[in-house]
């Protein structure tokens, strides 16, 4: 009877005890579980940004691009302005230089 009585105890006792610990790794698993959601939620979002970002970087670049073929142009441009602008004044001295023997020889004349 005693035996009976110890084994039934014994038994109950087991059984509170894992029931108990059930539960405690029941609910340990749910906030695991709302964890482990909430941060696929971040991961996406985070992931949908690093996509925003990404297109406007490429656009960034593109236009970056774009920016740099201009300003060669008219780099290009400029060495182009510059060189005629040495040759007007090389004109511009040669006819000065000219214009003043002229007046030399219309001096001398009179």
Known sequence: MFFEWSLLTLLSIASIFLFVKMFYFKSITAKEQRS????????????????KYQVQLQRALG????????????????????????????????????????????????
């Open 36 to 51: 482990n959601d909430l941060m696929k939620l971040t991961l996406q979002e985070a992931e949908i940004l690093i996509r």
């Open 63 to 110: 236009n970056v691009d774009i920016l740099s073929e201009e300003l060669t142009k008219m780099r290009n441009e400029i060495k182009v302005l510059k060189s005629r602008n040495s040759k007007h004044r090389m004109e511009t001295d040669r006819l000065n230089n000219k214009i003043k023997q002229l007046e030399s020889r219309i001096d001398a004349l009179l």
